[in-house]
């Protein structure tokens, strides 16, 4: 039911833009599938466009309007509409997985030698943290968040995606969606049994042990198995080779690849760079090229203004229009491309910040003592304001705090809010309008963690597909 959104486009062997399944006849072949697995993760519906930004235009402090030429005004409206045209995203992700699945089947036929085991036990592994990965990415926008089911006005028993662990045959057959219990479950069993057979060294473009416990920390943290997750970053801040990135750096390793806080970043290359619909050129506004449509709200302006001090704001850069007026400011420092080139962005899914914060948040829950230890670690090396203020207390809100600084336009923030049952504040009433963007009507000005316009409609497409007896229960709640 999923797929058949994507009538046929499925059944079909691989392209350039899904590269390797069609023929695999050895574990070089096995290889090169893995590049179109990757491939499908630097797509520009995916993390190298528009995926990337959901997180921050779904929130309060980036806004997307006419400037961009409409481009993610809709994510930022919550305009959802159940046409075929809105599941693009949905269509690659799912092409992403089949291509895995395709990939794994063919390479179980291999014949192997006793010294090819190992290395195509890995390639398996990999394989299936990838599949597990983009199996949770595309969960969060068509199903309710683990921790939310049960609260409010979101179902224990709440439907998510369906779960793709096959290729697909059929695309018109009926398949019915799995729980959101069920899909982090699988996500979580995929993790936990691959990434120990995943290598600890650094590897330029491609996950490792460290980037799949990684994700496995983050899904436990969404799932509130807070224990969990605080043992695995531990283990990753005390283990691995990864080193955060000091105030004086912070701002110019952005326009570096692999630094050494970069866990799991993905790689763009000079001879096949991103388009104008990559991350770069989405936020970028330099009065010529640029479309303009990741632009700071007056909160976060605010919050800059409150914390001059904290590097991270430096990353945010004057925009200009086509007449070379002043525009507002954009995210361009952190996608600046490499040595200027705005198409070449290494879009970094992981970050060792982003575990510190996530060491820092469940040891809350379970070593309140240590929390602010982590939080201080991070903010000693972006600001010298105040710096170790976490030593004496450290609360849920300063831990959402400096994620929200931290993480600003990698994806996170309507996802943290929601996942800690908060409401995202665009203004009050209409006297309080920020006026950040015309079509901000849609949302009321305020989100609440359980309102049914965070999760995406399933498409007509997909729903005709169903038994007419099925169609409502199959809907996702309110559409």
Not at 249 to 273: A, C, G, M, R
Not at 370 to 390: A, C, H, P, Q, W
Request: aromatic content about 12%.
């Amino acid at each position: 039911m999923i797929l058949s959104s994507c009538e046929d486009y499925l059944d079909v062997e691989p392209t350039d833009r899904v590269s390797g399944s069609s023929v695999i006849k050895s574990l070089g072949d096995l290889e090169y599938a893995l590049n179109g697995a990757y491939s499908i993760l630097n797509d520009n519906e995916y993390y190298q466009g528009n995926y990337t930004f959901t997180g921050d235009l779904m929130a309060e402090d980036f806004y997307s309007d006419e400037n961009g030429g409409g481009k993610l005004e809709d994510i930022y409206s919550y305009r959802r509409s159940t046409s075929t045209l809105e599941a693009e995203l949905f269509q690659t992700v799912y092409l992403g997985i089949n291509h895995i699945n395709s990939s794994l089947e063919k390479g179980a036929k291999l014949s192997l030698t006793e010294d090819e085991k190992d290395k195509y036990e890995a390639l398996v592994a990999e394989f299936k943290c990838l599949r597990a990965l983009m199996h949770f990415d595309i969960s969060k926008m068509y199903g309710p968040i683990y921790s939310t089911l049960g609260h409010g006005d979101i179902h224990d028993d709440a439907k998510s995606i369906y779960i793709l662990e096959k290729t697909i045959e059929d695309p018109q057959n009926v398949n019915y969606r799995s729980t959101t219990k069920e899909v982090y479950n699988f996500v979580v069993s995929e993790l936990s049994v691959n990434a120990p057979l995943l290598s600890k060294e650094k590897r330029n473009g491609y996950l490792n042990y460290w980037g799949a416990k990684s994700l496995l920390a983050r899904v436990y943290l969404y799932m509130a198995e807070y224990q969990n997750a605080y043992n695995i970053a531990k283990e990753i801040i005390q283990d691995s080779d990864y080193e955060l990135i000091d105030m004086d750096d912070y701002v110019v390793s952005w326009t570096k690849d692999f630094t050494d806080e970069s866990i799991f970043e993905l790689s763009v290359l000079p001879n096949n760079p991103g388009s104008i619909n990559s991350i770069g050129y989405l936020c970028l506004s330099d009065g010529i090229m640029g479309y303009r449509s990741i632009v700071a709200s007056n909160h976060f302006l605010d919050l800059r203004d409150e914390h001059s001090a904290d590097v991270r704001f430096e990353l945010l850069q004057k925009g200009f229009d086509n007449e070379g007026d002043f525009d507002g400011w954009y995210p361009m420092g952190k996608y600046p491309g490499r040595a200027g080139d705005v198409f070449l962005n290494n879009p970094k899914l992981v970050r060792l910040s982003e575990i510190y914060l996530i060491a820092a948040e469940t040891a809350l829950y379970v070593d309140p003592s240590n929390s602010g230890y982590y939080l201080t670690e991070i903010r000693k090396r972006r600001t010298n304001v105040d710096s170790e203020k976490y030593l004496t207390s450290c609360s849920l809100d300063d831990v959402l705090f400096e994620r929200r600084l931290e993480l600003f336009c990698e994806g996170h923030r309507v996802f943290d809010m929601r996942r800690n049952f908060k409401t995202i504040v665009r203004y009050e009433d209409d006297i309080d309008e920020l006026g950040d963007s015309p079509d901000d009507e849609n949302t009321g000005g305020e989100i609440d963690f359980d309102w049914y316009k965070n999760i995406y409609p399933l498409t007509d497409r997909e729903i005709e597909f169903l038994p007419f007896v099925d169609r409502l229960n199959e809907q996702n709640p309110g559409y």
